[in-house]
């Protein structure tokens, strides 16, 4: 041990003395062998965990940037707030994941990324599934948290068809009323009313394959709704559970792992109701941290599965060790 660290050390010394030692150094520094042109590109990112004897497949649709202000409180806070967690002051960079749950008897997919709604960053849930070895085809439900473009507008094609076509589309029936009601849309600001396309477009695709249900409903055996209402009317989270193991996927609760986690009182400004996804938040982050349920997220960073604890007066975050089956 003594030995190589004086090697290497002594490579280094040497090597710092600008060609002093050539004649010493290849015995020390191996030839490369790796050349090879950059990818230039990122690689598809999808990851797997057991749950029982469920199997979660957390893919990774892109990012979204989107500005500080979005965030309902003092903006040298937030800022504090960001750079304490390492992120930049701006703009905040916001994964967005889903996640495929294949019970054994179905795979259900929850949530299903922007598709290129959200720009170039996102809209790799297609690659996602073929890296994973699934056809859109294969996939039997589809559960959606809320009606927004980052979540919905996934299981549409540009032609407006179903990216799933033997897919049911599940949406709680408190945001399918909102999100697909001209008469919310009309009562919006004009600059908005775009965020009522994703349902629209959804609901016209699915047609009969969507299914509304009510929050807290049982969808199939293993994954239940759980009443999450505040970032929208129809918010749903979805408990998943086989056996004895649980996972719940949190869909929107949160958006800010530097902000949220110390300061979950920090709503953003496209939370439907701020007062009831404040409160959504902290009874849920509460929940978790005491019973240890493991939390999938949106928009955490990928695969954006992990544990919650209390620290001081907010939340910290453990993300879930890998796994190697
Ligand atoms: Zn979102």
Same mark, same amino acid.
Request: charged letters at 20%.
């Given at each position: 041990m003594n030995r190589s660290i004086n090697a290497s050390r002594r490579g280094f010394v040497f090597a710092g003395a600008a060609g002093a030692s050539l004649t010493i150094l290849p015995a020390l520094v191996p030839a490369a062998f790796g050349k090879a042109p950059l990818a230039g590109s990122q690689a598809i990112s999808v990851h797997r965990m057991k749950l029982g004897s469920f199997e979660i497949t957390a893919m990774l649709d892109g990012y979204i940037d989107i500005p500080p202000a979005v965030l309902q409180a003092d903006q040298e806070l937030v800022k504090t707030l960001l750079l304490a967690g390492g992120w930049p002051a701006a703009p905040m960079r916001l994964p967005v994941n889903t996640f495929l749950v294949n019970t054994g008897d179905k795979l259900v997919l929850l949530d299903a990324g922007g598709a290129k709604l959200l720009g170039p960053t996102a809209g790799r849930l297609p690659q996602c599934l073929a890296a994973a070895g699934v056809t859109a085809e294969q996939i039997d439900e589809v559960y959606i948290t809320h009606c927004h473009g980052d979540h919905l507008h996934g299981t549409v094609t540009p032609e407006g068809g179903r990216m799933f076509p033997n897919a049911i589309l599940r949406i709680a029936k408190a945001d399918l009323d909102y999100w697909g009601s001209a008469a919310e849309e009309a009562k919006a600001p004009e600059n908005q009313r775009g965020r009522w396309m994703p349902a629209k477009r959804a609901i016209a695709a699915y047609g009969a394959n969507l299914k509304a249900f009510n929050l807290g409903e049982e969808l199939t055996p293993g994954i239940k709704s759980v009443d999450a209402a505040g970032h929208t009317p129809g918010h749903s989270c979805y408990m998943v559970q086989s056996g004895a193991a649980r996972l719940l996927a949190i869909g929107d609760t949160m958006h800010v792992a530097p902000v949220q986690f110390p300061r979950p009182e920090i709503t953003v400004a &496209?939370?439907?109701d701020q007062a009831k996804a404040r409160a959504t938040r902290k009874s849920i982050f509460d929940t978790v941290a005491a019973d240890g349920t493991p939390i999938a997220a949106?928009?955490? /960073? &990928? /695969?954006?599965i992990g544990r919650l604890r209390k620290s001081g007066d907010g939340f910290a975050f453990d993300p879930a060790p890998w796994q190697l089956f």
């Amino acid at each position: 041990m003594n030995r190589s660290i004086n090697a290497s050390r002594r490579g280094f010394v040497f090597a710092g003395a600008a060609g002093a030692s050539l004649t010493i150094l290849p015995a020390l520094v191996p030839a490369a062998f790796g050349k090879a042109p950059l990818a230039g590109s990122q690689a598809i990112s999808v990851h797997r965990m057991k749950l029982g004897s469920f199997e979660i497949t957390a893919m990774l649709d892109g990012y979204i940037d989107i500005p500080p202000a979005v965030l309902q409180a003092d903006q040298e806070l937030v800022k504090t707030l960001l750079l304490a967690g390492g992120w930049p002051a701006a703009p905040m960079r916001l994964p967005v994941n889903t996640f495929l749950v294949n019970t054994g008897d179905k795979l259900v997919l929850l949530d299903a990324g922007g598709a290129k709604l959200l720009g170039p960053t996102a809209g790799r849930l297609p690659q996602c599934l073929a890296a994973a070895g699934v056809t859109a085809e294969q996939i039997d439900e589809v559960y959606i948290t809320h009606c927004h473009g980052d979540h919905l507008h996934g299981t549409v094609t540009p032609e407006g068809g179903r990216m799933f076509p033997n897919a049911i589309l599940r949406i709680a029936k408190a945001d399918l009323d909102y999100w697909g009601s001209a008469a919310e849309e009309a009562k919006a600001p004009e600059n908005q009313r775009g965020r009522w396309m994703p349902a629209k477009r959804a609901i016209a695709a699915y047609g009969a394959n969507l299914k509304a249900f009510n929050l807290g409903e049982e969808l199939t055996p293993g994954i239940k709704s759980v009443d999450a209402a505040g970032h929208t009317p129809g918010h749903s989270c979805y408990m998943v559970q086989s056996g004895a193991a649980r996972l719940l996927a949190i869909g929107d609760t949160m958006h800010v792992a530097p902000v949220q986690f110390p300061r979950p009182e920090i709503t953003v400004a &496209f939370d439907w109701d701020q007062a009831k996804a404040r409160a959504t938040r902290k009874s849920i982050f509460d929940t978790v941290a005491a019973d240890g349920t493991p939390i999938a997220a949106v928009h955490l /960073p &990928f /695969p954006g599965i992990g544990r919650l604890r209390k620290s001081g007066d907010g939340f910290a975050f453990d993300p879930a060790p890998w796994q190697l089956f």
